[in-house]
Nanobody, 116 residues
C-alpha cells in the first residue's frame, strides 16, 4: 500500500511563505507524475502544480493563479515532493493534497490558511 503524507501547512499572513512536503512510502521515481491539488470550502478540488518525470529534473506545470509564486520540486533521494509557496494570498486558503500517478494515490491533506 502506497502512502503519501503531507506536512508543512499552517496559518500565514498575506505575503508570507510556506513549504509543503509530501513524503512517499515508495520510491517516487516510480510515479510518472506527482502533483499538488487544493480544495477550498465549497469549491471543487483543483490542480495547483504537477511535476512529470523526465530529463533535466522533469517538466512542471502550474495553475495560472499560482504561476510565479509557487514552485514544485522533488528530491528522489528523500522520496519527497515539495511545494514552495511565496507571496501567499487569502485566496490560496485551502486544504492541499498530494497526488501520485500512476495509481492515483492521495494523501490526507494539509490545511493552509492565509489571513491577517
Amino acid at each position: 500500500q502506497v502512502q503519501l503524507v503531507e506536512s508543512g501547512g499552517g496559518l500565514v499572513q498575506p505575503g508570507g511563505s510556506l513549504r509543503l512536503s509530501c513524503a512517499a512510502s515508495r520510491v517516487i521515481f516510480r510515479f510518472y507524475a506527482m502533483g499538488w491539488y487544493r480544495q477550498a470550502p465549497g469549491k471543487q478540488r483543483e490542480l495547483v502544480a504537477v511535476i512529470i518525470s523526465g530529463g533535466s529534473g522533469g517538466t512542471t506545470n502550474y495553475a495560472d493563479s499560482v504561476k510565479g509564486r509557487f514552485t514544485i520540486f522533488r528530491d528522489n533521494a528523500e522520496n519527497t515532493v515539495y511545494l514552495q509557496m511565496n507571496n501567499l494570498k487569502p485566496e490560496d486558503t485551502a486544504v492541499y493534497y498530494c497526488n501520485g500517478k500512476p495509481g492515483d494515490y492521495w494523501g490526507r491533506g494539509t490545511q493552509v490558511t492565509v489571513s491577517s
